[in-house]
């Protein structure tokens, strides 16, 4: 077993109890903040040690694969690790000065951390039973920190995604029994050889469009992203931001491993399926972005959009696609928490998360301003930013297997994003405030850089991947090999045991 493995996985639960056990006093919250610096130099050390030795691959209590759990970490599952372990430091520091006592004595430290590990796990397991067994950890945390507050807007949000979500959970677990009927094992790596083996490859593709809707769900792609808008405007703007940096993508991840290790004998049907439904979400989720009046509604619909953009790498199932499908995730994830982050501090600034309440942040905080403006740019696809490089390999992608219809689809989703942003921006900084408010920075109060810190670093780590592209575009490639030649994490999984 590799404590490589073990120890980011471990400690979000470990921290859990003792913010738990601490929460009466205060101390709860800085166990979460310390613990989640632990794990991000935890996360570190198991890239470093992917980068140096390859798969890194761990036996539960020595069984061996296929028949024990397998914890198994390439390049791409090194990365999401890592990217979970920064969205949960910033969000836990953010949240330190957002969370009153109240939450804290309810527990919400402490629930934020089994989240983190829910989706550590998802991450980790080389197991699909697995896999669905920490859906099902991240599922109920993440209904907790929905309810938590109990206003009528977060129970309702919270119904609408519980239901949905547990429709793709029992989607999952149908495809599961009959996969498992089929071939007689879960673990990944082993189904990779089961499934090219079986004799009933028709029964094959019907339980890949199983997994393709239950994962689908999970990650809000066109149609099935309601549950997405309708919940995540409603909770706290720290479990705004971690949800929109997170949940989603887990869906996402899940699609990659799935049909690119499991699901690949079937390309061009599955992934003409896909390729319509990357183009359907874009378009669906930046229309829906444009006719918004709240922040937080604008900001979740356009996690539908991005959703779009990386269905669209895997379904063109280029190398080139795949490397600018996992730079936009990279981008994704750290814009997207910086951006709710940012509208929960002008949301607390200006007292409304409504439009038309929201108004006059540039003239009195200019510099706060500036800090919107870099995801915002980032996500609208300015050069030099991030989202630039990942939007040029994409469409660059599409180009080359002629595929022009999504390249067109995903340059004008960017143009309207650009249009989406500039009237965030317009409405909530430029314009002064309907009722002649001058909002400062000063009205944060004495705890506003727990509010600030994250912001500005998550904003700084943007423009240094903007400026400085070139190792994440060698990254993505890397990881894109991998993806399309999994012969290597086949081997290393259930060869660790010999």
């Known amino acids: 077993m590799s404590w490589y493995l073990t120890l980011p996985l471990m400690t979000p639960f470990v921290v859990a109890v003792l913010a738990f056990l601490l929460r009466k006093n205060g101390v709860g919250r800085w166990v979460a903040v310390v613990g989640s610096l632990i794990g991000v130099g935890l996360s570190a050390l198991l890239f470093m040690q992917i980068l140096r030795d390859g798969v890194v691959v761990g036996q539960m209590a020595d069984w061996p694969a296929p028949y024990g759990i397998t914890l198994a970490a390439d390049l791409l599952s090194g990365i999401m690790v890592m990217l979970t372990a920064l969205a ?23 629930v934020l951390q089994l989240l983190l590990g829910g989706v550590t796990g998802a991450f980790l397991t080389g197991d699909l039973f697995n896999l669905y ?37 029992i989607m999952f677990l149908i495809g599961l029994g009959f996969l498992y009927g089929a071939t007689g094992t879960l673990n990944m790596a082993d189904l990779r050889g089961a499934v ?33 808008p309708a919940s995540y405007h409603t909770p706290t703007s720290t479990v705004s931001a971690i949800f929109a940096g997170l949940l989603s993508k887990v869906g996402v991840y899940s699609l990659f491993r799935t049909f690119t290790l499991i699901f690949d004998n079937d390309v061009g049907y599955t992934h003409t399926i896909l390729l319509w439904v990357a183009g359907l979400t874009m378009v669906a989720g930046i229309l829906g972005a444009l006719a918004q009046t709240d922040v937080r509604r604008v900001l979740s619909y356009q996690i539908i959009s991005s959703i779009g953009f990386l269905l669209m790498g895997l379904a063109l199932y280029t190398p080139l696609a795949i490397a600018g499908a996992v730079f936009y995730l990279i981008h ?19 007292g409304s998360s409504q439009m038309s309440r929201m108004g006059g942040l540039y003239k009195t905080a200019p510099l706060f301003s500036v800090l919107f403006l870099i995801p915002a740019f980032a996500l609208a696809g300015f050069p030099p930013l991030p989202g630039f490089w990942a939007k040029v390999l994409l469409v660059k992608a599409a180009l080359d297997v002629n595929a022009w219809v999504m390249a067109a689809i995903a340059l004008s989703v960017g143009l309207l994003t650009i249009w989406s942003m500039m009237i965030v921006w317009t409405r909530v900084f430029w314009d002064p405030h309907p009722d002649g408010l001058e909002p400062t920075l000063s009205d944060l109060g004495d705890d506003k850089w727990p509010l600030l810190l994250p912001i500005i670093a998550l904003g700084a780590m943007t423009i240094l991947i903007g400026i400085f592209p070139q190792n994440f575009v060698v990254l993505s490639e890397q990881v894109a090999a991998q993806l399309l030649d999994p012969q290597p994490y086949v081997d290393a999984v259930l060869g660790a045991a010999k």
């Open 133 to 169: 067994v920490w859906f099902e950890v991240l599922l109920i945390s993440s209904f907790g920190l929905l309810i938590m507050g109990g206003t009528r807007e977060q129970i309702d949000g919270a119904v609408k995604y519980v239901t949905l979500n547990l429709v793709s959970t």
């Open 332 to 350: 994704n994830i750290i814009v997207k928490v910086n951006l709710f982050l940012v509208a929960g501090v002008a949301e607390r600034l200006t």
């Open 88 to 110: 949960g430091l910033a969000t836990t520091l953010y949240a330190t000065s957002e969370i009153d006592p109240e939450l804290e004595d309810l527990g919400f430290f402490a």
């Open 196 to 228: 090219d083996a079986s004799e009933q490859q028709g029964l094959i593709t019907v339980l890949s469009m199983f997994f393709l809707l239950a994962f689908g769900m999970k990650a809000a792609m066109f149609p099935l992203f309601a549950w997405l």
